[in-house]
């Protein structure tokens, strides 16, 4: 499975954003689906996740501003990013297989969000 992750960029604070990846693989139906995030000097973060009956789970620093979401037919996944602040700014990868708790059979290449105060 390969992810191919866009849609970052440059965002005041208070703007949205929404991340798209795409995957190749028939499984991806199957797969739990997620996204990280890494700010400058930090360890990466869980952010989201996505399971293959639709239920999601969110980190508290994001929820009730982010909401991910899936379409199996066009085998993608989205971050939908509302109400962006300046902590939100980082490289946000998205991973697909879920093998354990924060650990993923397969990682996109990551795609930039930077938001400006």
């Known amino acids: 499975v390969q992810l191919q992750a866009c849609g970052g960029g440059l965002v005041q604070a208070g703007g949205s954003l929404r991340l798209s990846c795409a995957a190749s693989?028939?499984?991806?139906?199957?797969?739990?689906l997620a996204w990280f995030r890494q700010a400058p000097g930090k360890e990466r973060e869980f952010i989201a996740l996505?399971?293959?009956?639709?239920?999601?789970d969110y980190a508290d620093s994001v929820k009730g501003r982010f909401a991910i979401s899936r379409d199996n037919a066009k085998n993608a996944v989205y971050l939908q990013m509302n109400s962006l602040k300046p902590e939100d700014t980082a490289v946000y990868y998205c991973?697909?297989?879920?093998?354990?708790?924060?650990?993923?059979?397969?990682w996109g290449q990551g795609t930039e969000v930077t938001v400006s105060s």
């Open positions: 996505i399971d293959w009956n639709i239920d999601t």
């Open positions: 991973a697909a297989q879920r093998i354990r708790v924060n650990e993923y059979g397969y």
């Open positions: 693989g028939r499984a991806f139906r199957s797969y739990t």
